[in-house]
């Protein structure tokens, strides 16, 4: 599926991207319309990571962006900082007919980690209503997805082994395997920070300092004991985890060297 978004400035009530949220699937193609007549703009994604659309001219449409990978994805305006948008790409579950007449649900991978939305493709001709197997009809959706319609995402934040089903066809079922994630945050030699210097994850993620340098360093949120987190220094070339099991923002510096420090969002989902 294609996903156009419009982006204007000029003469604008609302400067900056339209629609501002834009829900994908993988393996979808993103545009950017530059609705301007003497304008530039230029897409980014905010944190490091694999695209840029190219700068667009005023009434033209931007190069395409793969939705390649699931995930929630911040981006901004190159020339023009204020302007944000949000781009959350699901894995895919389709619903569709099968050759002896009955339907089914189809994922390229019952495989997930833990933080990623599903969102259910309607591509047969009767409604469907996925739910969590031996779970209330409404855990997720609070009516059936018509056909042709494309559900609202959601979110699996729980490591667990699942199976799902139609609520309005029991025998439609699916297995859901949501396993754990674990995030690298480099730790280099002073006074570089660390990298990434932001990180956003959900509950109950694991996030590993990866000790790059030759000295020993001691990651601690600001605030709190040197040993909060780690009781003792981890040793050059060496990982230390932490699991975060509680949402918030976690400003921390390294207690061996205070110029090293970062940010790591938890969040509900």
């Known amino acids: 599926m294609q996903i156009s978004v419009t982006v204007q400035r000029e003469n604008a009530a609302n400067r900056g991207f339209s629609p501002q949220y834009v829900q994908a699937q993988v393996g979808d193609s993103i545009f950017w319309r530059n609705a301007d007549r003497n304008t530039l703009h230029q897409p980014y994604l905010v944190t490091v990571g694999d695209w840029a659309a190219n700068r667009i001219q005023p ?27 949000v781009l959350m790409v699901c894995t895919p579950s389709i619903i569709g007919p099968v050759g002896d007449g009955t339907s089914a649900f189809s994922m390229p991978s019952s495989s997930i980690t833990a933080g990623t939305s599903v969102s259910f493709g309607n591509a047969d001709s009767k409604q469907h209503w996925p739910m969590p197997q031996g779970g209330a009809k409404t855990a997720w959706f609070q009516a059936a997805i018509d056909p042709g319609d494309l559900s609202a995402p959601v979110g699996f934040d729980v490591v667990e082994d699942l199976t799902y089903q139609c609520a309005l ?21 002073s006074p570089a920070p660390a990298s990434p210097e932001f990180l956003q994850i959900v509950l109950n993620q694991t996030v590993t300092f990866q000790n790059s340098d030759t000295s ?23 990982p230390g985890n932490v699991t975060f099991t509680k949402p918030g923002t976690y400003w921390y510096h390294d207690a061996l060297s ?5 940010i790591i969002q938890v969040g509900q989902k």
């Open 59 to 85: 009434g033209e449409t931007s190069t395409q962006v793969n939705a390649d990978t699931a995930g929630t994805f911040h981006y901004r305006c190159a020339l023009h900082p204020d302007e944000t948008g």
């Open 169 to 189: 066809h029991p025998t439609e079922t699916g297995p859901l395997q949501v396993n754990a994630v674990t995030l690298t945050i480099d730790i280099p030699a």
């Open 216 to 238: 020993p360093h001691q990651p601690a949120p600001d605030g709190g004991a040197n040993n909060a987190w780690f009781p003792s220094p981890i040793a050059p070339g060496q």
């Open 258 to 262: 205070p110029n090293i420090k970062g």
